[in-house]
Every structure is written in structure tokens, then in C-alpha cells.
């Protein structure tokens, strides 16, 4: 079975520190590669996505970094606030999405 | 723009009862997927479906079927249900243009089956 394996499970930061979580795939067919957050008692929301043939995409505070040959990408969280507290989760696939087990993120103030 | 819409909210139900979802996709998509997220994991795709026909189908038993309406809404159905079917119900709506990937998750429906 095709898997995305998301590391760490969980992760905690202060105030202003970066996070970073990390993504393995599997299928090198697919090119196209969202991540979610998601807010407890709430659906995933899109945050942010990429396609391999670009190395990094930065909206906002949130970056993902795409390494094609390790078939691995990253979501970096510059100057994160505790608002940004949730679980996230990568992901891959076109119609048919393919998620990480997500990591939950604490930002402590 | 109104985001995608789920309901119920909530729901009860007991072992072998069968239950109903509803979604209705952001205004202009036409692809609406199906997914289930058991407490603490990732969600796992159940169904695909644009215009009207199913496009997609997860690794789910034939007790869940799901179908989409004219007006691009869709329905998903449980038969039989176990204990293990608990989750929270996510549906997620898509242009599905050659374009465009993006999904747009509902805020789901969570299911209690007892």
C-alpha cells in the first residue's frame, strides 16, 4: 500500500522558533503535494502545495522545501505563533489523496 | 463564498443500523470526494465522484456506497454499521480541472456508532 510517512508524531516550539515537518513518498508518479492543518473538531485546511518541479514555494510564514531525488518534502513554519497550534499533515496524490499520519504542533507563547 | 457543507453535525447510531451523510461542494466544483478520519490518524480516501460517476474508490467494504446529484451534492451511505466505523466523515470538493488539484475539506460529520 502506498504510504506518506510523516515525521516527528509530535512537536513542541516556543514562541518565534521554526518547525519543521517532514514527508516521505513512495509513488513518483504523482506531482502533487498539499499540506493541511487541521484545528481540532474541524476538517483540514488547505495551507499550502507544491509540484516537483520547483524546489521550495514560501506563502506567507509557511515553506515547503521539495527534494525529488530523496523523494522528500518539508513544511518550515517561520516565526510561528501559538495560533499555529494544530496537527498538520502532508500529503500526495491528484483526486485521490494519499495522507501522512499528521504532527501535532504546540507553540508555546 | 460558502465553504463545503456537511451534515449532520453529529451522529449517534448503534451496531448494524445503517446512516445517511450529506455534503454539498463549494459553488462551481463538481468533483466531490469522500474520506474518513479515525481519531488520531490521517484521513483515508473512500470515494470519487465527478459529474455524477464514480472516479475513484478507496480500500473500503461494499457496505459504503456513495452517490452524487445533478446539483453536484452527494450522499454518502453506511450499511450494517460496526464499531469500528466511528469517525469523523470529511467531504471534500474539487474543480478537477487538467489545472487544478486543490481540495477543499467540509468540517465533517462525526459519527458514534454504539
Known amino acids: 500500500q502506498q504510504q506518506v510517512k510523516q515525521s516527528p508524531q509530535s512537536l513542541i516550539v516556543q514562541k518565534g522558533g521554526i518547525p519543521i515537518i517532514n514527508c516521505a513518498y513512495e509513488?513518483?508518479?504523482?506531482?502533487?503535494f498539499p499540506w493541511y492543518q487541521q484545528f481540532p473538531g474541524k476538517g483540514p485546511a488547505l495551507l499550502i502545495a507544491?509540484?516537483?518541479?520547483?524546489s521550495e514555494k514560501k506563502e506567507g510564514r509557511f515553506t515547503i522545501s521539495f527534494n525529488k531525488s530523496a523523494k522528500q518534502f518539508s513544511l518550515h513554519i517561520m516565526d510561528s505563533q501559538p495560533g499555529d497550534s494544530a496537527t498538520y499533515f502532508c500529503?500526495?496524490?491528484?483526486?485521490?489523496?494519499?495522507f501522512g499520519a499528521g504532527t501535532r504542533l504546540a507553540v508555546h507563547p | 463564498d460558502a465553504g463545503v457543507t456537511q451534515s449532520p453535525t453529529h451522529l449517534i447510531k448503534t451496531r448494524g443500523q445503517h446512516v445517511t451523510l450529506r455534503c454539498s461542494p463549494i459553488?462551481?466544483?463538481?468533483?466531490v470526494s469522500w474520506y474518513q478520519q479515525v481519531l488520531g490518524q490521517g484521513p483515508q480516501f473512500i470515494f470519487q465522484?465527478?459529474?455524477?460517476?464514480?472516479?475513484g474508490r478507496g480500500n473500503f467494504p461494499d457496505r459504503f456506497s456513495a452517490r452524487q446529484f445533478p446539483n453536484y451534492s452527494s450522499e454518502l451511505n453506511v450499511n450494517a454499521l460496526l464499531l469500528g466505523d466511528s469517525a469523523l466523515y470529511l467531504c471534500?470538493?474539487?474543480?478537477?480541472?487538467?489545472?487544478?488539484?486543490?481540495?477543499?475539506f467540509g468540517p465533517g460529520t462525526r459519527l458514534t456508532v454504539t
Open positions: 509513488n513518483t508518479a504523482f506531482d502533487y
Open positions: 471534500a470538493s474539487s474543480r478537477r480541472d487538467v489545472s487544478s488539484y486543490e481540495q477543499y
Open positions: 465522484y465527478y459529474e455524477k460517476e464514480e472516479r
Open positions: 500529503a500526495e496524490g491528484y483526486n485521490k489523496l494519499i
Open positions: 459553488s462551481g466544483h463538481k468533483s
Open positions: 507544491i509540484r516537483p518541479d520547483v
